[in-house]
């Protein structure tokens, strides 16, 4: 079954300095990976996804992440953070050879200190 | 289009009652889900559907039913609450039948506490 793994619980980063949050998958076949944000009190929200293509996708408020095959990786970056991008970040993947179930990851709580 | 609506926001429950926790959708999507969200496990799926009259379990799916009787609507049942069930509950829908190869529409969330 496919798996995903956010190592960070949380990650602090100075308003303006780059941001970037990291994610490792574990499926078989063609993954298709997906990345959600929480703000506080809120349902989660689309920010990025890869399913096939360009292995560079842009996403939403500024982000973009780059799919690293053998790395298994796909860690959304933003040059400069905010400090509106305080959230909860969730990594989320699916296999078509898996369980037909969408994993998801447990979450980074990104602080951005102005 | 409001996109994914739940009701109730929020709701407290004595131990084995019962309720329906409601989802509805309406952008015409095949796949609809219920996860449960706690502190430091991230999202598990409770039941999903990928059609009106097709359920099926996710990961966590003892204590609850669904039915999918319409394409639109995709109610979460406690049967007999327990404190376990204390949790943020959120309905997602997906305009493929296949789960997860497409972006998700989540509700905003139902705040569950069973005392």
């Known amino acids: 079954a496919q798996s995903v793994a956010q190592p960070e619980d949380q990650v602090n980063v100075a308003e303006g300095n780059p941001l970037t949050v990291k994610c490792t998958y574990s499926?078989?076949?063609?993954?298709?990976l997906f990345w959600y944000v929480q703000y506080p009190n809120r349902g989660l929200q689309f920010l990025l996804k890869?399913?096939?293509?360009?292995?560079l996708v842009k996403g939403s408020y500024g982000f973009e992440a780059e799919f690293n095959k053998s790395q298994t990786s796909f860690h959304p970056k933003k040059p400069s953070a905010l400090v509106s991008d305080s959230a909860l970040y969730f990594c989320?993947?699916?296999?078509?050879?898996?369980?037909?179930?969408?994993?998801f990851g447990k979450g980074n709580q990104v602080v951005v200190i102005p | 289009n409001a996109g994914v609506t739940q009701t109730p926001k929020f709701q407290v429950l004595k131990t084995g009652q019962s309720m329906t926790l409601q989802c509805a959708q309406d952008?015409?999507?095949?796949?609809m889900s219920w996860y449960r969200q706690d502190p430091g496990m991230g999202l598990r799926l409770i039941h999903y559907?990928?059609?009106?009259?097709?359920?099926d379990q996710g990961e966590v799916p003892n204590g609850y039913n669904v039915s999918r009787s319409t394409t639109e609507d995709f109610p979460l049942r406690l049967l007999s609450a327990a404190p376990s069930q204390t949790s943020v509950y959120f309905c997602?829908?997906?305009?493929?039948?296949?789960?997860?190869?497409?972006?998700?529409?989540f509700g905003p969330g139902t705040r569950l506490t069973v005392l």
């Open positions: 952008m015409n999507h095949e796949y």
């Open positions: 989320a993947a699916y296999s078509l050879y898996g369980n037909n179930r969408l994993a």
């Open positions: 559907s990928v059609g009106a009259g097709i359920t």
């Open positions: 499926v078989s076949g063609n993954p298709y």
């Open positions: 997602a829908s997906s305009y493929s039948p296949g789960g997860g190869t497409d972006t998700q529409y």
């Open positions: 890869y399913i096939t293509g360009d292995n």
